[in-house]
């Protein structure tokens, strides 16, 4: 969700903190600001919120406003457009005192003439359609959208149609009830709200024909359906530039109908995702007569009064809910020591709750009585408004206190897992937590162990140290199973657990590149899940992320291949823990270039342990990346630790420094460019020279034009001995050998 600092300041004249500060804050308090932007002098800055799905209320400038206020304890401006003097910020529909279902005749015209409007709710809708309110609107003028809406839309990115469905846009982004404006002369008789009929047809706003099902909810006149309530308007009744009277609509709807209607159909619309929340049943009239009102601005009039329909059943249970007991007593006894010596006072709870909406009558010196706004339907129990309470006040302000010690029983990797973890942290990593869901579209990427691709040599980093050509895995590899969808998912971004660790950390590395932080490298160890609903496996995974924003040229490698390198050697380091064994080769470890499809051709591999895959590193596709709008590109590996930690902790042995000199010794070879330094330094560390303590490329020139095919490496090589001073002819025998094995390589030497 994009909120607008510029907007919000219209509703917080007096706000004190700048819009960073106030990113900072918000996020304290559970609000998530995900990014930053500046938008230029004057234009403030543009939020991207992360918000819960439980917060509809929030999902609005508004709401962020009235966050904000509670925050810095501010007053909180009335709900305005630019161009509207409200007088309430909360305002309550009149009680229709006649039968719910209908409105007669009897509304008036400015010119004292009455019209008659019928509407209905069909009794199989009532507990679908708990309140419809209705606005004619007659000699209105279809133009674009001029002055802040448009100013806002450009802002946001929001596409501009018109000054009428504009304003729908502007009131959903403002506050947050969506709304929909039909063209009136189009509709056949009075509204009807109703279930569909069995195999009915309809063409939506995106031009696409939906074949309706006998539970969907539609909006309709006397002969056709017109829209699918709560989701996408129809073709027939939309506003044209010929449009010259409108029937403006709020209504309040049945979040498990709209879901419904919203998943069978494949559509998930800026409404739809309101509705299936739960919207505020107060806000339908309110938005109405705002939408009302900006579309009236280039002229006409309204016909008669607000329309509002409300079913009392439903207004009970979602408006008019019995008031919760609060005792002061439970807030300090739950939420504990605080910084301040005052701690949680009876005047901070009523500070907090009444600025959220909430109104608190005294029942005793104690006690409250707190009737909830409707728009917090997350608020049911005396706990939901501590957590509020302590939300507000900050967790930051709390003191920190321990449990009492309970008898600990080690887990029989937790050796292991501090063993990674101490390691990861060494390297400059920071430990991270995710979510423990994901959505369908991630797990279908991120998830396919038997999707990879195999990648490319020529032009790719692979090559550049020597990775082999990518070739059939083990068939003992794991083979893939199902993914755990929820049978109630809070949203389509968390409809199965998690089978893959890697979407939430490509999700913290674009979170912190969106606050202008470049240079990040986070670690998580979790568990994934997989199987079937009645049977879950859990696999514990470790998944690296990384990224760099200005790598230095690191000998023998170019600086855009350094964070490769970077998360490679971040992997090796991580399997130098354990006790891997031997293979015939004498490295059980070795590496493929074939790897996942999320990963970049060319510029990612596979680690294979005794030829079965064990990690994959490399960059996520240039593709993703550009569709998650990432700033820069993203390094990321993925162990498995399940095999991982079948393996016994490698036992670290040390010795005291030698006391003896070291002897460095330089070796200037040119080599074809097919010959690649691992395979360098693995022909020099065969010889099994003991005194041989390092080796390393010093030194590395190109230049294409004069010497193709070739390049210039240095390899500097450090003898010492722990027991003795070195002595010249051994020296010089093992100088001879290196030489000897770099020529045999295809080398030679340089004079």
Not at 246 to 267: G, K, M, Q, T, Y
């Amino acid at each position: 969700m994009k909120i607008l600092t510029s907007w919000l300041r219209t509703y917080l004249p007096s706000l004190p903190v700048s819009d960073r500060q106030l990113a900072d804050d918000l996020t304290l308090r559970g609000i998530a600001v995900e990014g930053v932007h500046s938008l230029g002098e004057n234009n403030g800055h543009l939020f991207e919120m992360d918000i819960t799905t439980n917060r509809v209320d929030a999902m609005n400038h508004y709401g962020i406003a009235r966050e904000a206020a509670t925050i810095y304890n501010l007053p909180l401006a009335p709900l305005l457009s630019p161009h509207i003097n409200d007088t309430s910020s909360r305002p309550e529909a009149k009680p229709e005192r006649r039968d719910p279902c209908i409105v007669p005749e009897g509304s008036k015209t400015p010119d004292g003439s009455h019209q008659s409007f019928p509407i209905r709710i069909e009794p199989e809708a009532k507990a679908l359609c708990g309140r419809f309110t209705a606005q004619v609107l007659r000699d209105v003028t279809i133009a674009p959208s001029t002055g802040p809406i448009a100013d806002y839309f450009a802002l946001l990115g929001q596409k501009q149609i018109s000054n009428a469905v504009d304003a729908s846009n502007f009131i959903l982004l403002g506050m947050g009830h969506p709304t929909h404006a039909f063209d009136l002369d189009k509709l056949e008789g009075g509204i009807v709200v109703r279930l569909a009929h069995k195999g009915e047809k309809l063409k939506l706003l995106d031009g696409t024909e939906r074949t309706l099902e006998p539970d969907d909810l539609v909006v309709a006149d006397q002969n056709k359906a017109l829209a699918l309530a709560g989701v996408m308007g129809g073709w027939d009744s939309m506003i044209t530039p010929e449009t010259r009277n409108i029937l403006v609509e709020a209504a309040w709807f049945d979040p498990a109908a709209i879901r419904r209607s919203s998943r069978r159909h494949l559509l998930h619309t800026d409404a739809s995702h309101r509705f299936e929340r739960g919207a505020d049943f107060n806000a339908a009239p309110t938005a109405n007569a705002l939408v009302s009102q900006l579309i009236l601005e280039s002229g006409g009039h309204r016909e008669g009064e607000l329309i509002d329909i409300r079913i009392p059943e439903i207004a009970a249970r979602t408006a008019s809910r019995p008031p919760i007991n609060l005792s002061v007593k439970q807030v300090q006894r739950h939420l504990g020591t605080t910084l301040a010596p005052e701690g949680i006072t009876k005047e901070i709870v009523a500070q907090y709750l009444t600025a959220l909406g909430c109104d608190l009558t005294a029942k005793t010196a104690d006690t409250f009585a707190v009737t909830l706004p409707s728009w917090r339907l997350d608020l049911e129990r005396e706990i939901d408004l501590i957590e509020e309470v302590a939300r507000v006040y900050g967790y930051n302000r709390f003191a920190n206190t321990l449990p009492t010690p309970l008898p600990v029983i080690a887990h029989p990797t937790a050796a292991k897992e501090a063993a990674v973890r101490n390691r990861l942290l060494a390297l400059g990593f920071s430990e991270s937590i995710s979510s423990t869901f994901a959505s369908q579209q991630d797990a279908d990427l991120f998830y396919e162990p038997q999707n990879r691709v195999p990648h490319l040599r020529d032009s790719s980093i692979v090559a550049k140290v020597g990775i082999r050509e990518s070739e059939p895995l083990s068939s003992n590899a794991p083979k893939k199973t199902s993914t755990i969808p929820l049978e109630n998912p809070l949203s389509e971004e968390a409809s199965l657990l998690r089978p893959s660790l890697i979407p939430g950390m490509v999700t913290m590395l674009a979170h912190n590149l969106n606050r202008d932080i470049k240079e990040v490298r986070l670690f998580e160890q979790g568990q994934t899940f997989t199987g079937t609903t009645d049977h879950v496996i859990e696999t514990p995974q470790l998944t690296l992320g990384l990224t760099t924003a200005n790598p230095q040229n690191t000998p023998p490698h170019m600086a855009k291949d350094v964070p490769f390198f970077e998360i490679k050697g971040a992997v090796e380091s991580l399997l130098s823990l354990f006790d891997l064994g031997a293979s015939a080769d004498g490295d059980p470890v070795t590496f493929t270039a074939e790897a996942p499809a999320w990963l970049q051709p060319g510029r990612a591999a596979t680690a294979l342990l005794n030829n079965q895959p064990i990690a994959h590193f490399g960059e996520l596709t240039a593709a993703e990346a550009a569709q998650r709008k990432l700033r820069q590109p993203i390094y990321l590996a993925q162990i498995d630790l399940a095999r991982l930690y079948e393996l016994p902790l490698r036992k670290v042995t040390a010795r005291d420094l030698s006391r003896f000199q070291a002897v460095e010794r330089d070796f200037s070879f040119t080599f074809p460019d097919d010959v690649h330094w691992n395979t360098i330094a693995h022909a020099l560390q065969s010889l099994n020279i003991e005194e041989l303590q390092s080796l390393r490329p010093a030194e590395v020139w190109r230049d294409p034009k004069k010497f193709p095919g070739v390049y210039s490496l240095l390899v500097r090589c450090v003898f010492q001995s722990n027991d003795r001073t070195l002595r010249d002819d051994e020296l010089t025998a093992w100088w001879s050998t290196i030489i000897a094995t770099l020529t045999q390589l295809g080398g030679t030497l340089r004079s």
